[in-house]
């Protein structure tokens, strides 16, 4: 399996879910671990989705519309950000972190993969989203 660290956005609910990937030995960590808990609070997408591809993360997002918002989805683009958004923002912890451990090996490969872009994670894989650019 490829290298690969994880950043995971404040909306995925941070310490349930960090914890089931580094159970599952994945190199993952939160906004607040990263930039503490007040700037992680604070944070604009568009911010953390510049310093976290800055750092070298794939980034996880619980938000499925990033790649329709044109903010966002140009933060993507010109920071060259590897993100996977999880594809209901109703699931759980525990639904994302199955998900996560299901398409592994996929998601991995991801750490390898052309950027920039959006991939969809749900109950049938990844899909890769259309990111709308002004």
Known sequence: MQAAQFLLDR??????????LREAGWDA????????????QQMRDEEWIREGTARGFILLSKD???????LEAEAVY???A??????????TAETMGDLCIRYEASIFRLAVARAPFVFSLGQAGLKRKQLHRP
């Not at 909306?11 to 089931?20: D, E, F, I, W, Y």
């Not at 590897?82 to 699931?91: P, Y």
């Open 29 to 40: 960590a939160t906004l607040a671990e990263q930039f503490g808990d007040q700037r992680a």
């Open 11 to 20: 909306s995925v609910g941070g310490a349930k879910l960090v914890t089931r």
């Open 78 to 80: 010109v920071n060259d």
């Open 82 to 91: 590897r993100l996977i958004a999880f594809a209901r923002g109703d699931m």
């Open 64 to 70: 499925h519309r990033i790649a329709l918002r044109p």
